[in-house]
């Protein structure tokens, strides 16, 4: 257990529907992160946040929005879902925002239908 | 912004062989460079990492080595187990500022099968 928690762990949703994800970040952990992977593919990034602060964004979606709220859980928000967002989206954590480990949640498996 | 490359995609091994990972990065600013496995279905973890001030890094059957001008890092597994099977991602964080400070960039990962 990385103490990373993440829910729910699986959603099915048809197109065109919104989800949040949400993050529980370790105990101590000020920063964020929020990768999407997709059947075959990497894990990409899509933003961080430290205490409450976006810090970095990769190639996230308008349609995606993220936030950190000020006990540190996150929310990641998919708005108009299209089925090529289906993909499992990790959550990851870390004591501050560079040269630390960044530990991984359970992931949210999200399938859009 | 940063772009990590790894190589191979995929590496098929038998058991006891040693297996190399390979990847390159593109920012200069990046100065922590992680290995994850990931298991299938499972989350990835850390198995080692390596800072920009040291160039191997060693635990056990597990070694990391980083050339900064290069800009290259390696993943060296000896004596490999049916249970390394999995697959490997690289990483490299960015330290620059702006929109890139803290970026945690993985390449694509390869896939290692350990044959008994």
């Known amino acids: 257990d990385s103490g990373v928690t993440q829910t729910p762990k699986h959603l099915i949703t048809a197109t065109g529907q919104r989800v949040t994800l949400r993050c529980s970040p370790r105990s101590g952990d000020l920063s964020v992160y929020w990768y999407q992977q997709s059947l075959d593919q990497g894990l990409q990034f899509l933003i961080q946040y430290y205490n409450g602060e976006e810090r970095a964004k990769g190639n996230i979606l308008e349609r995606f929005s993220a936030q950190q709220f000020p006990d540190l859980h996150s929310e990641l928000n998919l708005s108009s879902l299209e089925l090529g967002d289906s993909a499992l989206y990790f959550c990851a954590s870390s004591p501050s925002p560079v040269n630390t480990e960044a530990f991984f949640g359970q992931g949210t498996r999200l399938t859009v239908v | 912004g940063e772009n990590v490359e790894q190589h191979p995609s995929t590496l098929s091994v038998q058991e006891g062989d040693s297996a190399v990972i390979k990847c390159t990065y593109s920012d200069s600013a990046s100065n922590y460079f992680p290995w994850y496995k990931q298991e299938l279905g499972k989350r990835p973890q850390l198995i080692i990492d390596i800072r920009s001030n040291v160039g191997e890094k060693k635990d056990q059957r597990i070694a990391v080595t980083l050339n900064k001008t290069a800009k290259h890092f390696s993943l060296h597994i000896t004596e490999t187990q049916p249970e390394d099977s999995a697959v490997y991602f690289c990483?490299?964080?960015?330290?620059?500022?702006?929109?890139?400070?803290?970026?945690?960039?993985f390449g694509q990962g390869t896939i290692l099968t350990v044959h008994p």
């Open positions: 990483a490299a964080n960015s330290n620059a500022g702006g929109t890139s400070y803290g970026k945690l960039t």
